[in-house]
């Protein structure tokens, strides 16, 4: 006899469910992305999902993110506030920030759609590992660690987004990580 599945086993898998229905619902609205694939959990954040999918525009793959809103979140479902969104994301147009394509809020979560980048996070450089490998197993083993010359580089790329956000009025981006910074040829971003 099986021991039972750990509650949280369970719950995830709910939730996978949960998010793939979701996701399923926007994509079946839009004759634009067709889904390829659910994507095992690729980062730190339980809540949050990703799924590959293909762009039929232009005939290329994407990222699609899925996340939870939270109760706090001070941004109402709608047209006018995805088109408000839409219009902020399309003003940071700059070499080292990377582009949200496009944007979805249902289901009390948002959809996010993410250019497809082969190589990962700077984390994923760093550690050496494929970038769609499950979060618990990529960074398992120490990383390797970066050249001085990279991380100067990077390092000056990230500052220069930085203080590209600052001057655009932004708040403070007070998460920057390794993890969510996208190495896309040579460029931190």
């Known amino acids: ?43 730190a954040r339980l809540n949050k999902h990703w799924f590959a999918i293909h762009d039929n525009s232009i005939k290329t793959d994407r990222l699609l993110t899925l996340m939870p809103l939270t109760s706090k979140c001070p941004i109402e479902q709608g047209e006018r506030s995805k ?14 920030i990377y582009p949200v394509l496009d944007l979805e809020l ?15 996070s700077l984390k994923d450089l760093i550690y050496k590992s494929t ?18 010359w990279q991380v100067a580089r990077f390092g000056r790329q990230m500052l220069e987004g930085l203080l590209f956000l600052k001057e655009k009025g932004f708040p403070p981006f007070r998460h920057l990580h390794s993890g969510n910074v996208v190495v896309q040829n040579g460029v931190a971003r």
């Open 131 to 148: 970038w769609n490998d499950e979060y618990g197993r990529k960074y398992g083993t120490a990383g390797t660690g970066l050249p001085a």
């Open 1 to 43: 006899m099986e021991p039972p599945a750990s509650p949280r086993v369970g719950d995830r898998s709910m939730e996978s469910s949960a998010a793939l229905a979701i996701c399923t619902e926007y994509l079946s609205q839009s004759s634009r992305y067709d889904l390829l694939s659910p994507l095992a959990s690729i980062g």
């Open 106 to 120: 249902c289901n009390g979560h948002a959809l996010t759609v993410l250019p497809f980048n082969a190589r990962g």
């Open 83 to 96: 088109g408000l969104i839409m219009e902020l994301f399309r003003a940071l147009h700059h070499p080292y």
